[in-house]
């Protein structure tokens, strides 16, 4: 009941309750997908899995050895990637699996349950997909997103995130007599990213280790960009990772001259665990809910954003629920 459509493209439905006394509680996907990787034509297929390496096609191969996840799901149904496009799990999986709890609700009447409230969103994977969000018109009293990660994950944590733009301003002169007179921005924008630290990126943390992500880099001699992501679980160590990247755009400016760099700031969400563990009623059902269906949760932190972590801020406490998606945002993704 009640489906709708807003302006900005999220869509909303209910299932009124069927029994008296049970909180409003919500389910929400994203429509988007990632953006990392070509998105389409989309060419997926079924393949029953009997372990070893398993070819994609366009001469890609996940290999076992790189992908530990295939070795729990021998002999079971996966669906693959042609190799070529990223499979968009992320988050159809959560679209799929919700819409399917509806399809369920109307074949069974009986089923008790108290109202549900459906939401699907835009924009999630620019960190966007709760600035639009009708909190009060969505009528939960707690949502879960159902987004991502390994099938019997529960997650009540997630990053701090901010994204930094970090623009270079240099001067061009010809090469000929360009000494002590040139200022290479691409050159100066290359240094900078020499003053965080190396080993706090992704490709060299895990579990809750933060890190910098240089996310892009472009420019010339007379200006450069670059485009970062900074997350941590901790909020104080969060606030020095941004305190960190604006130290190295000021010893910049110390040494080629005030207004060479210019460090901008952006909170995108923050850890929602504070918001969430004022309500352990939240967690315990969806726990009881998962070894009713013979999973027991694992419970694991984030290491990336969702839109529950805005929602939890704007007073919808929102866990997420795991959708069984694999290696998203990238072609080997099942």
């Not at 009640?2 to 429509?31: D, K, T, W």
């Not at 200006?223 to 305190?243: P, S």
Request: hydrophobic fraction near 40%; glycine fraction near 10%; include cysteine.
């Amino acid at each position: 009941q009640n489906v709708r459509l807003s302006p900005e493209c999220y869509v909303y439905g209910e299932f009124p309750a069927n029994v008296a006394g049970q909180p409003a509680i919500g389910l929400i996907a994203h429509m988007d997908t990632s953006p990392a990787v070509a998105t389409g034509p989309v060419q997926p297929r079924r393949v029953r899995y009997e372990g070893g390496d398993l070819p994609l096609g366009h001469g890609v191969t996940m290999r076992a050895e790189d992908f530990e996840s295939l070795a729990s799901h021998i002999g079971q149904e996966l669906i693959v990637t042609d190799g070529a496009t990223l499979l968009g799990g992320d988050d159809k999986a959560g679209i799929a699996e919700i819409m399917t709890a509806c399809e369920m609700l109307m074949a069974d009447p009986s089923i008790p349950h108290g109202k549900i409230c459906i939401g699907f969103t835009p924009d999630e994977e620019i960190g966007e997909g709760a600035d639009h969000f009708d909190v009060p018109g969505f009528g939960a009293d707690f949502a879960y997103t159902v987004d991502g990660s390994a099938t019997g994950e529960l997650e009540m944590e997630n990053f701090n995130g901010c994204s930094a733009t970090v623009t270079v301003h240099g001067f061009s002169i010809h090469t000929g007599s360009a000494k002590n007179k040139m200022r290479n921005a691409a050159s100066m924008a290359a240094e900078f990213a020499t003053l965080l630290p190396e080993s706090e990126t992704p490709e060299h943390t895990e579990l809750r280790e933060g890190f910098f992500h240089l996310c892009d880099l472009s420019g010339d001699v007379t200006k450069a960009m670059l485009r970062y992501i900074i997350r941590d679980h901790d909020r104080a160590l969060f606030e020095r990772r941004k305190e960190k990247i604006l130290a190295a755009g000021a010893w910049l400016n110390a040494k080629y001259g005030e207004g060479t760099v210019e460090v901008a700031l952006r909170d995108s969400y923050f850890n929602m665990k504070e918001k969430i563990e004022v309500h352990p009623e939240i967690m315990t059902r969806a726990q009881e809910a998962m070894r009713a269906v013979g999973d027991e949760p694992v419970l694991v932190a984030i290491r990336g954003g969702t839109d529950g972590a805005r929602l939890s801020y704007m007073g919808l406490p929102c866990p997420n629920l795991a959708t069984g998606d694999y290696n998203a945002h990238g072609v080997m993704e099942y």
